[in-house]
C-alpha cells in the first residue's frame, strides 16, 4: 500500500481552544517553517481571520514527519474553522480525513461545538485524537477534562497529551499519536480514479484550482479527467500539494494523498465542491457520496451603492462563491435600491466576512438590506410560499398562517449563569426542552428557537450575559406556526423596501420604534424635513422626523481658505455619491447596517 | 508675470487667541512673539525673493493676521516701504490693515496713514460686552468707537468692520439673541462705516470653541433664529444702501474690498508670511496655487514653500465658477471668456441647469447668481464645480 505513510488529520475544536495555534505548531515542529518564518497562525492567511483571530477557510498544508519508529511519514494536515456559522466547511474537512485531533481547552472543557464537532466526525468515522490544551494556564484542570471527555463525549482519555500549543509543550506527543492512532488511508491506486474536491479557489493565472482527497486510483499531469457531477472534461495542466501559503507542483498524485489540480477551468460553478473527479478514458463506475447540499440559512439583499458596479459585483461575488460554496446569490431588484443580489449566508458573520471581503478585497460599496431567514407562507388558496424577502410577502388578505424556521439550540454553561440564560432564551422567544447535568457545575440546556431570533446576536448576548462561558451549537430542526408580520418603514412617505423585515407580532412595536430612532440618527438633515414611519399593513406604529437644516454654506473663503475649502467641498461631494436617494431623499450607507444591530 | 497683483502679508500674532479663531496666530503666551524680530526679518525676506514674480505693479496689499495691530505700528510702515522699493505699488493702490479694537492707538493710525494704508478693518465681531467676552474678545464695544474715530482723525475714512452673528451659548453664557444683532447693525450704521463683513459663526475643528462644543458646553443658537439674522442683515442694510456684494460681504457701491474680490474673481495674488496662500499664471495656460508653511520654525528658518498645486485651465474654471458665485453678481462671463475664450453658459450647461432646477441659481442681467435659497444653501452650489 503506497498510503501506509499517510496520515490524513484535521484538528476539531470549540472556538479559541487553540486549534489554529496548534497547527502553527505542528507545522514548526515537522519543519515546513523555522521558528523565525512562524507568523502566528499560518493557516490563517486572509487578513479578516487574523484580524478576528477565527478561521474561516478550511486550509491545507502538506508535511514530512520522522517518527520515533524511524520511519518517514507525510501528514496532510486540514484546519477547520471554529464558529459555528462554518459548520458546513467542517464537515467537508472531515470527508476527506482519517482522523481528527480533538483540542480540547485544560481551563474550559468540553463545550458545546466540541460535542458537535466530535459527533460530526464520529459520523464520518473518523478516529478521534483527544488533546488537552493550554495546561500552562492557573486555571487549567487536566485530570478534570479527561475525565470529562470520557464521561461527556465517550472518548477513552487517560493517555490524552497534555500540551500547551502556545508554550510549545507536548507537540511531540500529538504527532506521535497522530502516526499511532489515525489509521492510514485505504484505498487502491490501481482502481479508477476517485477524488473528492473539497475545496477550490480561483487564481488568475491557472483558472480554479481544485483541493482534492484522492481515495482510489492515480491522477497525472496531462490526464484528462471529468467531473462527475458536472460532467465537463478536462485536461490536468497540474497538479501537487500544499505547503503553506504556496502550492508544491508534484506530477503525480495517488489514493490517500491531499493535494490540488488545475485544469485550466475557467468556469467557477463546473467543479463545485463535494462533486467526484475521475478520468475521462477510465471513469468510475460511482462517485463518492457528497456533501449534504449547504443550506443557507440567512438572506439579505446586496446592492451596489453605485449601480455601476453591479457586472462587478456579480465578478466578485463569483470568486467568493469558488472559495465559498456555503455563498449563495441570485439577481434581485429593489424598487428602492435598483439591481443587485439576494444573497444566502449560513449566519450573520458569515455574512459580515462575505460583506467586508467584498468591501476589502473588491472594492465596493455596498448596501445591504435587512436579512431575513426563510419563511413558509401557507396562503388561503392552499398554496405555499417560501419567503426570503420580505418584499415578497403576499397581501395579508391572502396569507392563511406563517411558519418560521426553529432550530435546536445547545446551550453549555456554567450553573450560576442559568438564570440569565433562561431570561434571554425567554426574550428570544426560546421554548426550553431540557436541562443535562454534565457535571456539578456545567449543565447543556436545550432550546426550541426560531432562526430568527438566533441569527441576529443572540451567540454575542448570550457571551456577554454569561462572561463569555456559555457556548452554543444549533441545528434546524424544522418549522413552526408563527404570529408574524412584516414591518415597513417610510421614508418621507416612501416605503424603502430595503428595510422591510419579518417580525414577530409581540416585537413588532419595539423594533419599529428602535429602527425608527436609528435610521434618525443616521439620516443626514435634509432642505426639508423627513419624517420616518415605522408601519405594520399600512398602520403606523412608530414616527420620527429629521429636522431640516436651515443653511450649508461656507461663510467664509478668502485666498488662504481656498485649496483647504475645496477639498472639503471635495470630500463632501465624495461622501454624497455614496449615498443612494429614495425619491428626494439621500440615505448613507451606515443606515442600513445601523438597523441591523438595534440592540447596540 | 502677474499684472495687478494684490499682495497679502500675515502677521501672526495676537494678544489672545478668540474661542472660535482657526487662524494661524501667537497669542503672547504661546512664547512666540520673542521672536518676532526673526519672523519680520524672514517676511521681508521672503517678499525679496516674492517679488521677482510682480512685473506690473500691485493695486492692493491686506496685511491681516492674526492682529497685525498687535505689534508695533512701525512694523507695518516698513513692510510697506518694502513693497514700495521692490515693486510698483500703484497710486490709487487699495491699502488695509486689520486691527484689534483692543489694541489700538492715535499713534497707529498715525503711522498707518503715513504708510499709505487707506482702508481699515476693524475686528468688532459684537457690540454686546457678554458676547464679546464669551466669544474670548479682549475689547469692549467703546473700544470699538474709538478705534473708528480715531482712524477717522487719522485721514482713513474707508473704514470696514468685522461682525459675527448665529453666536451660540458658550459655558452658561446663553446665545446671541435676534435683539442683540438687530442692535449691533443699528450700531454699525450709526458708526457709518462703508463696508461690513458679517459671518456666520463656523465651528472649526481645532478650535477652543469646539472642544467645548463636543464635551456639551457650547450649544448652536437656534438655526431659524441664525438665518432669521442673516436675512434681517441683508435687509437692513440694503435699506441703508449698503449692498450685499458676496455671500458675507456688504459695501456702499464703490467699497467693495477690491483685494478680496481677486480671491472670488481668480486673479493673481501673492501672499507673504506663515501659511500665506499664493495664485499667480505658471506655464502655459496652467496657474499655480502655493501655501506656505504654517511651521513658525520652518518659515523663519527660510523654509517658506509648504504645498505647491498646478491648477489646469479646466480646473481654473471650475474654480472660477465655485468661487464666482460667492459673489452676488455671480462669475462673471465677460471675464470668463476672456480668460478662457470659451462661454461659462456652454462648459457648465448640465451644473447650471441642474442648479436652476433646484431653485438655488437664476439668471439676471446676462450672469448667474445665487437665488435667495442659493445663499442659504450655497454650497451646494460650490460642490457642483468641484471633482
Given at each position: 500500500m503506497?498510503?501506509e ?5 484535521c ?5 479559541d481552544?487553540?486549534?489554529s495555534t496548534?497547527?502553527d505548531r505542528?507545522?514548526e515542529?515537522?519543519g515546513?517553517l523555522?521558528q523565525?518564518?512562524?507568523e502566528?497562525q499560518?493557516?490563517d492567511?486572509m487578513d479578516?481571520?487574523?484580524e478576528?483571530g477565527?478561521?474561516i477557510?478550511?486550509?491545507?498544508v502538506?508535511l ?5 519508529d524511524g ?22 474537512t472531515?470527508?476527506?480525513?482519517e482522523g481528527?485531533v480533538?483540542?480540547?481547552d485544560?481551563a474550559?472543557?468540553?463545550e458545546a461545538q466540541?460535542?458537535a ?7 464520518h468515522?473518523l478516529e478521534v485524537?483527544?488533546?488537552i ?6 486555571a487549567a484542570q487536566?485530570?478534570?477534562v479527561?475525565k470529562?471527555?470520557?464521561?461527556v463525549i465517550g472518548l477513552?482519555a487517560?493517555d490524552a ?7 510549545g509543550?507536548?507537540i511531540e506527543e500529538v504527532?506521535e ?8 488511508p485505504?484505498g487502491?491506486?490501481n ?6 474536491v ?5 487564481d488568475?493565472y491557472?483558472?480554479?484550482?481544485i483541493?482534492v482527497?484522492?481515495f482510489?486510483?492515480t491522477l497525472?499531469?496531462g490526464?484528462?479527467?471529468?467531473l462527475?457531477?458536472s460532467g465537463r ?8 500539494w500544499?505547503k503553506?501559503?504556496?502550492?508544491l507542483?508534484?506530477d503525480?498524485l495517488?489514493?490517500g494523498d ?10 467557477i460553478?463546473?467543479a ?12 468510475a463506475?460511482e ?7 449547504v443550506?443557507?440559512m440567512?438572506f ?5 451603492v453605485d449601480g455601476a ?5 456579480r465578478d ?13 446569490f441570485?439577481?434581485?431588484t ?5 439591481f ?6 449560513l ?6 466576512i462575505i460583506q467586508e471581503r467584498l468591501t476589502?478585497?473588491?472594492n465596493?460599496?455596498?448596501?445591504t438590506t435587512t436579512?431575513?431567514v426563510i419563511y ?11 419567503l426570503?424577502?420580505p418584499?415578497?410577502?403576499p397581501?395579508?388578505s391572502?396569507i392563511?398562517s406563517?411558519e ?8 453549555m454553561t456554567?450553573?450560576e449563569?442559568?438564570?440569565?440564560i ?7 422567544r426560546g421554548?426550553f426542552?431540557n ?5 456539578d ?8 428557537m426560531p432562526?430568527n431570533e ?6 454575542d448576548?448570550l ?5 463569555g462561558?456559555?457556548?452554543l451549537?444549533?441545528?434546524?430542526t424544522g418549522?413552526r406556526?408563527?404570529n408574524?408580520?412584516k414591518?415597513d418603514i417610510?421614508?418621507n412617505?416612501?416605503?424603502?423596501d430595503?428595510?422591510s423585515m419579518i417580525?414577530h407580532?409581540?416585537k413588532?412595536y419595539?423594533r ?5 430612532e436609528?435610521?434618525?440618527?443616521t439620516i443626514?438633515?435634509h432642505?426639508?424635513?423627513?419624517p420616518?414611519?415605522?408601519?405594520i ?11 431640516a437644516?436651515r443653511?450649508?454654506?461656507l ?5 488662504g481658505?481656498?485649496?483647504?475649502k475645496?477639498?472639503l467641498?471635495e470630500?463632501?461631494k465624495?461622501?454624497?455619491k ?7 431623499v439621500?440615505v448613507?450607507?451606515?443606515?442600513f447596517?445601523?438597523v441591523?444591530?438595534l440592540?447596540e | 508675470?502677474i499684472m495687478d ?9 495676537c494678544?489672545?487667541k478668540c474661542?472660535?479663531c482657526d487662524?494661524l496666530s ?8 520673542c521672536r518676532?524680530e526673526e519672523?519680520f526679518?524672514?517676511l521681508?525676506?521672503e517678499w525679496?525673493?516674492?517679488?521677482a ?7 492692493t496689499?491686506y496685511i491681516g ?7 508695533s505700528?512701525r ?7 518694502d513693497v514700495r522699493?521692490?515693486a ?8 488695509t490693515?486689520?486691527?484689534?479694537p483692543?489694541?489700538v ?6 503711522i498707518y ?10 475686528g468688532?465681531q459684537?457690540t ?5 467676552r464669551?466669544?474670548?474678545r479682549?475689547?469692549t464695544?467703546k473700544d470699538?468707537?474709538a478705534a473708528v474715530?480715531m482712524?477717522r482723525?487719522?485721514?482713513?475714512s474707508?473704514?470696514?468692520c468685522?461682525?459675527?452673528f448665529?453666536?451660540?451659548?458658550v459655558?452658561?453664557?446663553?446665545a446671541q439673541?435676534?435683539e442683540?444683532l438687530k442692535?449691533?447693525?443699528?450700531r454699525?450704521i450709526?458708526l457709518?462705516?462703508r463696508h461690513?463683513?458679517?459671518?456666520s459663526i463656523?465651528?472649526?475643528e481645532?478650535?477652543?470653541l469646539y472642544?467645548?462644543y463636543?464635551?456639551?458646553?457650547a450649544?448652536d443658537?437656534?438655526p431659524?433664529?441664525?438665518?432669521r439674522?442673516y436675512y434681517y442683515?441683508r435687509?437692513?442694510?440694503v ?5 450685499r ?8 457701491p464703490?467699497?467693495e474690498?477690491r483685494?478680496n ?10 501672499g507673504i508670511g506663515?501659511?500665506?496662500a499664493?495664485?499667480y499664471p505658471?506655464s502655459?495656460?496652467d496657474?499655480?496655487?502655493?501655501t506656505n508653511?504654517?511651521?513658525p520654525?520652518?518659515y ?5 514653500r509648504g ?7 479646466e480646473?481654473?474654471?471650475?474654480e ?13 462671463p465677460e471675464?470668463y ?8 453658459s456652454?462648459?457648465?450647461k448640465d451644473e ?8 438655488l441659481?437664476?439668471?439676471k442681467d ?9 445663499c442659504?444653501?450655497a454650497?451646494?452650489v460650490f460642490?457642483?464645480f468641484?471633482?
Amino acid at each position: 500500500m503506497a498510503g501506509e505513510n499517510i496520515r490524513n488529520f484535521c484538528i476539531i475544536a470549540h472556538i479559541d481552544h487553540g486549534k489554529s495555534t496548534l497547527a502553527d505548531r505542528i507545522l514548526e515542529k515537522t519543519g515546513v517553517l523555522t521558528q523565525r518564518e512562524m507568523e502566528d497562525q499560518v493557516l490563517d492567511n486572509m487578513d479578516i481571520e487574523r484580524e478576528r483571530g477565527i478561521t474561516i477557510k478550511a486550509q491545507s498544508v502538506r508535511l514530512n514527519y520522522r517518527a520515533s519508529d524511524g520511519n518517514e511519514y507525510v501528514f496532510n494536515l486540514i484546519d477547520t474553522p471554529g464558529h459555528v456559522d462554518f459548520n458546513y466547511e467542517v464537515s467537508r474537512t472531515l470527508a476527506a480525513c482519517e482522523g481528527a485531533v480533538l483540542v480540547v481547552d485544560a481551563a474550559q472543557g468540553v463545550e458545546a461545538q466540541t460535542l458537535a464537532n466530535v459527533y460530526q466526525a464520529i459520523d464520518h468515522n473518523l478516529e478521534v485524537v483527544p488533546v488537552i490544551n493550554k495546561i500552562d494556564l492557573p486555571a487549567a484542570q487536566p485530570e478534570l477534562v479527561k475525565k470529562e471527555i470520557e464521561d461527556v463525549i465517550g472518548l477513552p482519555a487517560s493517555d490524552a497529551p497534555l500540551i500547551s500549543a502556545k508554550a510549545g509543550i507536548g507537540i511531540e506527543e500529538v504527532l506521535e499519536q497522530i502516526v499511532k492512532r489515525i489509521p492510514p488511508p485505504q484505498g487502491d491506486e490501481n482502481a479508477p480514479l476517485k477524488a473528492l474536491v473539497f475545496d477550490s479557489y480561483y487564481d488568475s493565472y491557472k483558472g480554479v484550482i481544485i483541493y482534492v482527497r484522492v481515495f482510489d486510483g492515480t491522477l497525472r499531469k496531462g490526464d484528462t479527467v471529468r467531473l462527475m457531477a458536472s460532467g465537463r472534461e478536462y485536461t490536468v495542466t497540474e497538479t501537487g500539494w500544499f505547503k503553506p501559503g504556496t502550492l508544491l507542483q508534484s506530477d503525480i498524485l495517488q489514493a490517500g494523498d491531499v493535494g490540488y489540480i488545475a485544469a485550466a477551468i475557467k468556469n467557477i460553478s463546473d467543479a463545485s465542491v463535494g462533486d467526484t473527479v475521475t478520468l475521462a478514458d477510465r471513469p468510475a463506475s460511482e462517485p463518492l457520496p457528497g456533501y449534504k447540499k449547504v443550506q443557507s440559512m440567512v438572506f439579505c439583499g446586496v446592492y451596489p451603492v453605485d449601480g455601476a458596479d453591479y457586472e462587478a459585483l456579480r465578478d466578485a461575488l463569483g470568486k467568493l462563491q469558488l472559495n465559498d460554496a456555503s455563498l449563495l446569490f441570485e439577481p434581485e431588484t429593489s424598487k428602492a435600491l435598483g439591481f443587485g443580489f439576494r444573497c444566502g449566508f449560513l449566519g450573520l458573520l458569515h455574512l459580515e466576512i462575505i460583506q467586508e471581503r467584498l468591501t476589502r478585497e473588491y472594492n465596493l460599496d455596498l448596501i445591504t438590506t435587512t436579512p431575513s431567514v426563510i419563511y413558509l407562507v401557507r396562503k388561503t388558496n392552499g398554496d405555499t410560499v417560501r419567503l426570503d424577502n420580505p418584499t415578497n410577502m403576499p397581501n395579508p388578505s391572502e396569507i392563511d398562517s406563517i411558519e418560521e424556521p426553529v432550530v435546536k439550540a445547545s446551550i453549555m454553561t456554567p450553573v450560576e449563569y442559568v438564570g440569565n440564560i433562561m431570561e434571554l432564551t425567554n426574550e428570544r422567544r426560546g421554548t426550553f426542552i431540557n436541562m443535562d447535568y454534565i457535571e456539578d457545575t456545567r449543565v447543556l440546556m436545550t432550546y426550541e428557537m426560531p432562526l430568527n431570533e438566533v441569527i441576529y446576536d443572540f451567540f454575542d448576548a448570550l457571551k456577554s450575559r454569561t462572561r463569555g462561558y456559555a457556548s452554543l451549537d444549533y441545528e434546524i430542526t424544522g418549522y413552526r406556526r408563527s404570529n408574524l408580520v412584516k414591518l415597513d418603514i417610510y421614508l418621507n412617505g416612501e416605503i424603502v423596501d430595503a428595510l422591510s423585515m419579518i417580525v414577530h407580532a409581540d416585537k413588532a412595536y419595539a423594533r419599529g420604534r428602535k429602527m425608527a430612532e436609528k435610521l434618525k440618527d443616521t439620516i443626514p438633515r435634509h432642505q426639508f424635513e423627513i419624517p420616518i414611519q415605522a408601519c405594520i399593513g399600512g398602520k403606523i406604529i412608530a414616527r420620527e422626523t429629521v429636522k431640516a437644516y436651515r443653511k450649508d454654506v461656507l461663510a467664509k473663503c478668502y485666498g488662504g481658505d481656498i485649496s483647504r475649502k475645496k477639498k472639503l467641498l471635495e470630500k463632501q461631494k465624495e461622501g454624497k455619491k455614496k449615498m443612494r436617494r429614495f425619491g428626494s431623499v439621500e440615505v448613507p450607507q451606515e443606515a442600513f447596517l445601523s438597523v441591523l444591530k438595534l440592540d447596540e | 508675470m502677474i499684472m495687478d497683483c494684490g499682495l497679502y502679508f500675515h502677521i501672526p500674532f495676537c494678544i489672545k487667541k478668540c474661542i472660535y479663531c482657526d487662524f494661524l496666530s501667537f497669542p503672547r503666551s504661546s512664547g512666540y512673539t520673542c521672536r518676532e524680530e526673526e519672523y519680520f526679518t524672514a517676511l521681508s525676506n521672503e517678499w525679496r525673493e516674492r517679488s521677482a514674480l510682480v512685473t506690473d505693479g500691485v493695486d492692493t496689499v491686506y496685511i491681516g493676521g492674526g492682529t497685525p495691530s498687535s505689534v508695533s505700528p512701525r512694523r507695518i510702515y516698513d513692510i510697506l516701504n518694502d513693497v514700495r522699493g521692490r515693486a510698483a505699488l500703484r497710486e490709487n493702490a487699495e491699502i488695509t490693515v486689520e486691527v484689534n479694537p483692543g489694541t489700538v492707538s492715535e499713534e497707529h493710525f498715525r503711522i498707518y496713514k503715513e504708510a499709505g494704508v487707506n482702508r481699515i478693518s476693524i475686528g468688532i465681531q459684537s457690540t454686546q460686552e457678554r458676547l464679546l467676552r464669551s466669544l474670548g474678545r479682549i475689547h469692549t464695544y467703546k473700544d470699538c468707537e474709538a478705534a473708528v474715530r480715531m482712524a477717522r482723525n487719522a485721514g482713513i475714512s474707508n473704514i470696514s468692520c468685522d461682525l459675527i452673528f448665529g453666536i451660540p451659548s458658550v459655558c452658561e453664557e446663553p446665545a446671541q439673541t435676534y435683539e442683540e444683532l438687530k442692535e449691533d447693525i443699528e450700531r454699525l450704521i450709526l458708526l457709518g462705516v462703508r463696508h461690513i463683513s458679517a459671518y456666520s459663526i463656523i465651528v472649526e475643528e481645532g478650535t477652543p470653541l469646539y472642544e467645548l462644543y463636543k464635551c456639551g458646553r457650547a450649544f448652536d443658537a437656534d438655526p431659524d433664529t441664525e438665518r432669521r439674522m442673516y436675512y434681517y442683515i441683508r435687509k437692513r442694510l440694503v435699506k441703508e444702501g449698503i449692498q450685499r456684494y458676496e455671500i458675507s460681504n456688504y459695501a456702499y457701491p464703490g467699497h467693495e474690498s477690491r483685494h478680496n474680490m481677486k480671491y472670488w474673481e481668480c486673479r493673481p495674488y501673492l501672499g507673504i508670511g506663515l501659511g500665506a496662500a499664493s495664485y499667480y499664471p505658471g506655464s502655459n495656460d496652467d496657474y499655480i496655487r502655493e501655501t506656505n508653511t504654517r511651521d513658525p520654525d520652518e518659515y523663519m528658518s527660510g523654509r517658506y514653500r509648504g504645498e505647491t498645486e498646478v491648477i489646469s485651465a479646466e480646473e481654473q474654471k471650475r474654480e472660477f465658477m465655485m468661487l464666482g458665485f460667492r459673489k452676488m453678481s455671480g462669475p462673471s462671463p465677460e471675464m470668463y471668456k476672456e480668460r478662457f475664450g470659451t462661454d461659462c453658459s456652454d462648459d457648465f450647461k448640465d451644473e447650471i441647469r441642474r442648479l436652476k432646477d433646484k431653485g438655488l441659481v437664476y439668471k439676471k442681467d446676462g450672469s448667474m447668481r445665487l437665488t435667495l435659497k442659493g445663499c442659504d444653501f450655497a454650497n451646494e452650489v460650490f460642490r457642483e464645480f468641484v471633482l
